[in-house]
């Protein structure tokens, strides 16, 4: 781990979505790790994840759906540098999910843009997804950035729609005339911390269920998890190619440049989809081995997911395990992440069995608290 | 194995006869020995050939003509090498001078070694080695500076290691001493061959700006030999694991041959194999750079068996028991499939790194590092052969649409036809041992699953797929 601080200056830095889960981890990366004039946190209410004061992060109540108060508070924090966490968590359907994906995925983000190009903002970065690139049926194999967007009908999963068109958004604002902005999107696959209510957190709870006993699908299939410093580290990556891009007087070669583009970011550690599974189960003290586990096929299972979908619509409650779930556990989905290590130096600082540790510890505390 | 023991054998294990029909009937050598134009002293360096080595005498005579004897005579000198280091009846005193000048008495007409111990299996080797004195002073210049310059640095190397195998009864300390002696025996004979194939122009010679490639195919062959050994060397006292491995899981060597301790000494096994995954990438790299198809054949062979032999040891208890081998129709698949190209041993890694990961423990602590070894495999042959390019997702899109009625019809009439053709030409094949794909194997493979458990997996089912699979922000 870095100990000795980076060398580019990021200046003022702002990270919006903050006190969230991947946002307040690039703070602590931008205390631990990088040389700031201030730091400034703006969030819809900055509750969790708060520094202590000594640390002098500046936090900002503010919804970022609301262009006028934001452009306010981007006038009192001055950031030279934009860290775009916000987002809803991915989880959940319906009407009202889709609308809050909408709002602040696409909603905010313009107004960000536009708070952005009116402060005279020099760099921003955005975080986007890995599953943008992803039909949520097909397989993708070291799929890199040259694969399309999925987007529209074909986009099955509403969350990643929301995503991609903000993205797009984000990367068209990219060197617009007569603003200074220059822009950076990062596609994070799977990303797993503390602070993480889903994915570990999850996975913990099922095997305090004891739920441990079946398979779905053959386990060949490999799948990309990234832990959330790693992720934070590559938003600063990012920030800092954005700077010394705008602080050269030539535009960089295409196959250099940073601005305008998208980046792949994962801990460059595909595992086997249970093996994932199984290791988060014996962090959590799981003293099983696999004898106990039944194979379901990928097929049965999808059957079974059917089932439980019919099941769940006939007693009117939204289904725990469904069609879509089955799929994700047979699906093979790891990229290829040459682009952002070779033009961001992007290497994972954190190995992936040290980030499941870490955010099993994590989600142990967090329920053994709850309980 | 009796005739009658292996008949019924192989009566029960009828795809492990297929293999082995296939290889002997359907390999057709590269290159074949010219025997009538041979010298009666080279006649002799061939029966050794074949007399001391069981799997390489095959594959080096069928090398290109420019290389068969070079790749021969080198081999032969090693093999003397070996017979010396590896015979405990011989003195330390008389032992040391004998490998650490074998380079210069290779240039001595008439040189002949008899103090071997009467067991010592390859003692005629040393009794006769005139002969390989003779033909090896009939190479061409290049190739025989570069085979005396690899003995010389294996003598010494091979002579420090058997003076501290006298002094430190302890064996081997810390990885990279362990990698050090695995570079004498195995790393050096790479780098001699990688240059002898480079000077032959049957190689890329790039190779040789990546000493580092060539010592990872060495190691993985070494290090695989070292795992699969451990019971042998064990019985003959001797230890190439090394401590900075077992250390960390039991406090004396003999532990690991305690049958009450065997969990715990599988675990020690696996991060040896682990260890020694980390050169498999690096192998499919260098056989990338090689250019001749019967220096293909004879790199890829033990690289093959090598990835094959560490998924039987991988958690197998038998390891500490006995000597354990693949099984000789296995060995023949592997043969014919290292014989092709580079995809096709690429598929084979592939293959037999799918099958380590699926024998893997959750209770042993390298599981998530067996796992993240094997998808690195997995992802560093994506990189040299991707199976998905970018426009595929979007072809997918335009799906031609038929209507139900004439989606039955043609389906019907198409899987008849099929089925009828099919059945006559793979039952035909078959039968003349053609080669099928792990599909077809799937195809008929059992798949077991009851069903009265499945109503209870519902429940069970429920979220475990759910939520994980779906953490993307």
Partial sequence: ?371 | MGAVKQAIYFLFHPTELRSIIQWKVWHEPVHRRDEEKESETMKSCFKFLNLTSRSFSAVIQELHPELLVPVTMFYLLLRGLDTIEDDMTIDMATKEPLLRNFHKNMEVDGWTFKGNGPNEKDRELLVHFDDVITELKKIKEPYYVIIKDITDKMGNGMADYALKGEEEAHGVETIAEYEEYCHYVAGLVGDGLTRLFVEAKLANPALLERPDLTESMGQFLQKTNVIRDIREDWDDKRRWWPKEIWGKYVDKWEDLFDPSKRDIALQVSSEMVLNALGHAEDCLFYMAGVKEQSVFNFVAIPQSMAIATLELIYRNPEVFEKNIKIKKGDACQLMTESTQNLRVVCDVFKRYARRIHQKSDPRDPNYMAISVKCGSIEKFIESIFPSQKPEVEEAKQDEVSFTLKETLVLTFFVLAVLGAVSALMVGTAYLLGVKFGSEFEEFFGLRKIATDTITSAITEATETAGGVAHGEL
């Fill in chain 1, 1 to 371: 781990m870095a100990t000795k601080k980076a060398v580019i200056p990021l200046g003022r830095v702002m990270v919006i979505g903050g006190c969230g889960f991947l946002g307040h981890h690039v703070v602590n990366m931008l205390l631990r790790d990088h040389q700031t004039t201030s730091i400034s946190v703006v969030d819809l209410k900055c509750i969790s994840n708060r520094r202590p004061d000594s640390d002098g992060v500046k936090y900002f109540d503010c919804d970022i759906t609301n262009l006028a108060a934001l452009t306010s508070v981007f006038e009192e924090a001055k950031p030279n540098v934009v860290i775009h966490t916000a987002s809803p968590t991915a989880q959940g359907s319906g009407a009202s999910a889709h609308a809050l994906f909408k709002k602040v995925n696409v909603d905010g983000t313009i107004c960000v843009i536009e708070a952005c190009q009116k402060t005279g903002v020099t760099a921003l970065v955005y975080t986007s997804s890995a599953s943008i690139i992803s039909d949520n049926k097909n397989d993708l194999i070291y799929a890199d950035e040259r694969w399309p967007v999925i987007r529209g009908k074909a986009q099955t999963e509403y969350y990643a729609e929301t995503k991609a068109a903000a993205e797009e958004l984000v990367l068209k604002a990219n060197r617009q005339d007569p603003y200074k902005l220059v822009t950076s999107s990062i596609r994070p696959a799977g990303i797993i911390g503390e602070g993480d209510r889903q994915a570990i957190y999850h996975t913990v709870n099922i095997y305090k269920e004891g739920r441990t006993g079946f398979q779905i699908g053959n386990n060949d299939n490999l799948f990309d998890f990234t832990y959330v410093e790693n992720v934070a580290h590559a938003h600063l990556l990012a920030a800092q190619a954005l700077l010394v891009t705008t602080s050269n007087s030539v535009v960089p070669l295409d196959h250099e440049r940073v601005d305008g583009e998208a980046f792949l970011i994962t801990n460059d550690s595909p595992t086997y989809f249970w093996d994932f599974i199984r290791t988060v189960w014996s962090h959590a003290g799981s003293p099983l081995g696999t004898d106990h586990v039944w194979h379901l096929s990928r097929d049965l299972g999808y059957v079974l997911g059917a089932l439980s979908e019919l099941f769940c619509a006939m007693l009117r409650k939204p289904p725990t395990f469904n069609r879509q779930r089955t799929v994700y556990s047979c699906m093979t989905r790891y990229y290829n992440i040459t682009k952002a290590k070779s033009r961001l130096g992007y290497r994972p600082l954190v190995p992936l069995e040290e980030g499941i540790k870490r955010a099993v510890k994590w989600s142990l505390e967090k329920q053994e608290k709850e309980q």
